[in-house]
């Protein structure tokens, strides 16, 4: 007994030691990344800075498995490429904000240049983005943006108020300017979703909607199986339910898989935010009549080529300065820090053969 | 039984070597490993899981589990974020939120002792039940505007090391559940207990009363988990540590702990802790991909099983069954014989 | 597992009681599976009496078709726990059988349906067999085995899937369909899910195999030295349990259309509970599938009833705690009170 305890003891102070030594030799090297100079603290914009062979760039999304990033990214890969960076994709399976930190301090201990992330939670991935930001990386986030304090830049795949009119505009237009709507969102936290959805009931607002009602708003969770099931709970619950808005690419498509395959599809209007690819299908047989999204792939590489402006110094994040995002041409930077891609794009049956993403 | 408590002393050792070993090659071939930055981030990224870890180990010695953990440190997320959006000061929300996990382990602990449940059981569903709980206290919410002296004292390291004061708090935890479970009676009654139940009854070991406190302590270091959790992300919401109930287990069991109880020690689970820390942290580094770390988590458990099992095969000598069988699974060799071919005996 | 720390919860269901105790120990697991159904029907209920529209048609088919891939689950569960085992991994295996089934069909979009269904059942019967092997012949505990398989699994499918997701449009409309076609007003896929249950229930019940599983589960060390071969069975429980989740990764691709690497995330710890809710005794000898399949249905049942009723969808998995709790509660309760009536031979009653 006595002879266990001692090994006991001595395995665990071999374990202390050895987390320590590991700990203990970088220990003199701390804070060289804080020696390198950040680029854009110089606080002065030079437009014809050019930007560095090399320069590494990650894009951290949501999740990994998520085809809507997995789109984004490849337009981000092609900018990378385009000014010869090096680029990289990492991220977590799952959408939290914990797993994310982990991943941003790892780019961070790798000296990124650049990070560009989509935030699962506007605040709690901000500690570790600003650690890296001391560390020398120009962050910035895309479809879901951070508090402004922990980011350079906020890539906007379209300005929220856009998002909004569109979308109610689509949505009376297809329950004829009268009736019941709900809205089935994304995850209640997402920052995006939350801005949309107020300002869409902001919008309804107007004398040219008074004939609509918002029932509802109702999380699917960005999760394929909950935003199935709560559509169907939807029209159990609101009999006379005319229309749903889903402003997220997994709702979306999971209410019109539901409505395709029961009695309500062509009486129950159907709009949001989709890919072409994934609601073509429901758009053939008349499930859904129009939706909109920006293009996912030209907002991965705006970021990209944002990303670089700032770390090139052609930029420093202050409103009205302007930078070339490639093929895209020239954008501007606003308030707050945001770049705007565009006005969404709206989908139909005349056009969604068109677009392949 | 002294062979079998070698052997898990060996394994015990083993992992600790092959922590060694990763930290080592780690610091060798991957780049940006061996700093003072990167072991800080490291330590951040274990901390939840080690701190659950020390409860946990107790209760599997025991013989029983603690699933609800993780809901535990979600419900008191929750409730610290609707207590600060009271208006409650910061200082007291902690201690209330310490209260609060005890509570919830002393729910647990009474179904387990008093209604006689199988702890399995019991804490699948309030796992459910807490996590639910948590949902409706905070809803969909998030509450994030926690002053910053105290979300950055969370992740702050302690002046003149990269290490975060949080290793601080595991560390001295650490060493009181160590002294309590490898020097002091109570320890040994934790052994005993999980040797086999009824034994430590006549022995005069007070069963369901030592279980009764281990499930409040799991609760209440949930409870704490919760607490450093929401500081460490700034960030309350009910659904903190979705699924971390599952990774104390793993690193727990990898540690050595007998999921039947009765054996396992603690710097063997602090190793395991660190080792899977070590592992994702280097190999994230390394720029593999999540989906690797997944399987490598999985294959080490699994080898944590399996690997006393082989060496006991390799040497030729077959495990004494020094208490009744827990389960089919581990039961002597079935000798794989043909059917036997006399005439079917009747069971029903 | 640990041993429960009273003594044993459940009688041993088979082969050491006598007749008449064995009658008994039945009647009670009757009782104990009424009570379920009570409750449901119970909930349902009150449900359509809040809002009529919950027992339209429609509606009936969306309960039953949302209640096809648990129930298939819980089932195979069932036979697992019967012999004091687990499998945490079904999960993983259903995610993962289902995105196999969605790739071959974007290989060979003219796949004839039932060669689907059969690669996709057979693939989590491998799964199932290599978690059998290792809990049978390599002799490691089921729940530390299947957890290290949850992890393995989902991780051999994210890097399969590496961000790819199966769309409704990959897959042909005759697959899709199953999730559509009824008869009689019946979903076919609620019909497949009963011919799971009564299949399974018909043989655990009333085969000489199936009967065993349930004394391994009662006693392991008694079973072996009555000569069962405990380590086949055991075995064969576990690939059995995998080829179902197999084949509910299966239906969940026809019925959901979409799937990505994150399919079935979580489902194994409800896959227990509903198990647990139906009576199955978490520590083996002692439950039925039928009971299983009604906790499946309950567990499902509540999640629509609630969001039917407009109570606070966060309230949800607090009632699924609470009652998991219940039911164990209650199994202890009809536990004590039969063992009590076997010991004192009966003063009421029987």
Known sequence: MTIDRVRTGATAATALVLLLASAACGGTTRGDAEDQAAPQATGQADPNAEIPAGLSVAFLPKQLNNPYFTVADAGGEAAVTEYAGEYREVGPSEATASSQVSYINTLSQQQTDVIVTAANDPNAICGALNQARQAGATVVTFDSDTDPACRDLFVNQASAEGIAQTQIELISEQIGGEGQIAILSATPNATNQNAWIELMEAELERPEYEGIELVTVAYGNDDDQDSFQETQGLLQSYPDLAGIVSPTTVGIAAAARYLSGSEYRGEVALTGLGTPNQMREYVEDGTVEAFALWNPEDLGYLAAWAGAALSAGQITGAEGETFTAGRLGEYEVGANGEVVLGPPTVFDADNIDDFDF | ?348 | ?350
């Open chain 2, 1 to 348: 039984m002294a062979l079998d408590r070698r052997l898990f002393a060996r394994w015990d050792t083993a992992v600790i070597a092959a922590l060694a070993v990763s930290v080592l090659a780690a610091s060798l071939a991957v780049e940006g490993f061996a700093s003072g930055r990167n072991a800080g981030f490291l330590v951040l990224d274990i901390a939840a899981v080690a701190l659950i870890a020390l409860p946990m180990t107790l209760i599997i010695i025991t013989g029983e589990i603690d699933l609800s953990v993780a809901s535990t440190l979600g419900l008191t997320s929750a409730v610290m974020g609707h207590l600060w959006v009271a208006g409650l000061p910061l200082e007291l929300i902690v201690v209330l939120c310490v209260v609060l996990g005890a509570v919830l382990g002393a729910v647990n602990g009474l179904l387990v002792t008093v209604a006689g449940l199988p702890s399995l059981a019991v804490t699948i569903g309030t796992m459910a039940l807490y996590r639910g709980l948590a949902y409706v206290v905070l809803g969909d919410r998030a509450v994030a505007d926690f002053p910053f002296s105290w979300t950055g004292a969370a992740t702050t390291p302690i002046p003149g090391t990269p290490i975060p004061w949080i290793a601080a708090a595991i560390a001295l935890l650490a060493v009181a559940f160590g002294v309590v479970l490898h020097a002091t009676p109570v320890g040994r009654a934790l052994y005993a207990i999980g040797a086999g139940g009824q034994a430590a009854a006549f022995a005069g070991i007070a069963v369901l009363r030592t279980k009764f406190w281990l499930f409040v302590t799991a609760g209440a270091v949930s409870g704490l988990a919760g607490v450093f959790w929401t500081l460490q992300y700034a960030s309350a919401r009910a659904d903190n540590g979705y699924g971390l109930e599952l990774s104390v287990v793993a690193a727990v069991l990898l540690g050595g702990v007998s999921i039947f109880g009765g054996r396992g020690a603690l710097p063997g689970v602090l190793a395991g802790v660190v080792l899977l820390g070590t592992i994702r942290n280097a190999l994230r580094l390394a720029d593999v991909a999540e989906d690797a770390l997944t399987v490598v988590t999985g294959a080490l458990l699994i080898a944590s099983v399996l690997a006393p099992n082989a060496l006991a095969a390799l040497r030729g000598r077959r495990r004494p069954a020094d208490r009744p069988a827990p389960g089919a699974a581990a039961d002597p060799p079935v000798p794989t014989q043909p059917s036997t071919s006399g005439p079917t005996r009747e069971l029903s």
């Open chain 3, 1 to 350: 597992m640990a041993e429960p720390t009273a003594p044993a919860a459940a009688p041993p269901a088979a082969p050491a009681a006598n007749g008449r105790a064995a009658t008994k120990v039945r009647r009670v697991r009757q009782v104990r599976e009424l009570g379920i159904l009570l409750a449901l029907v119970l909930l349902v209920a009150v449900t359509a009496a809040a809002n009529p529209r919950f027992l339209t048609a429609q509606s009936v088919r969306d309960l039953l078709l949302g209640a096809t891939v648990l129930t298939i689950l819980a089932v195979g569960q069932t036979i697992v726990i019967i012999t004091r085992n687990v499998d945490l991994s079904v999960g993983s295996v259903l995610g993962l059988s289902a995105f196999a089934t969605g790739s071959l069909f974007v290989a060979f979009p003219d796949l004839p349906v039932l060669v689907a269904v059969a690669a996709g059942t057979a693939l989590g019967a491998v799964c199932g067999a290599l978690n059998g092997a290792l809990v049978a012949a390599a002799r490691v505990p089921a729940l530390v085995v299947t957890l290290g398989t949850l992890y393995v699994f989902r991780g051999v499918d994210h890097s399969w899937a590496s961000g790819a997701q199966i769309n409704a449009a990959d897959l042909p409309d005759a697959f899709l369909g199953l999730s559509t076609a009824t008869v009689l007003g019946v979903p076919v896929l609620a019909f497949a899910a009963l011919a799971v249950v009564l299949a399974a229930g018909w043989y655990l019940g009333s085969y000489r195999s199936g009967r065993e599983l349930y004394a391994i589960g009662s006693e392991p060390a008694a079973a072996l030295l009555s000569g069962i071969p405990v380590g086949r069975r055991v075995f064969a429980a576990f690939v059995v349990n995998g080829a179902l989740a197999g084949l509910a990764g299966v239906i969940y691709a026809a019925r959901f259309g979409t799937v990505d690497a994150t399919a079935g995330t979580g489902l194994e710890l409800q896959v227990v509970a509903a198990a647990v809710v139906g009576g199955v005794a978490i520590f083996g000898g002692s439950g039925t599938v039928y009971g299983a399949a009604l906790g499946a249905a309950l567990l499902t049942t509540i999640g629509t009833s609630l969001a039917v009723l407009r109570i606070n969808p966060f309230w949800q998995q607090a009632v699924v705690g609470l009652l998991i709790l219940a039911a164990i509660g209650l199994d202890r309760l009809l536990a004590v009170r039969t063992a009590r009536r076997l010991r004192g031979g009966a003063p009421r009653g029987a």
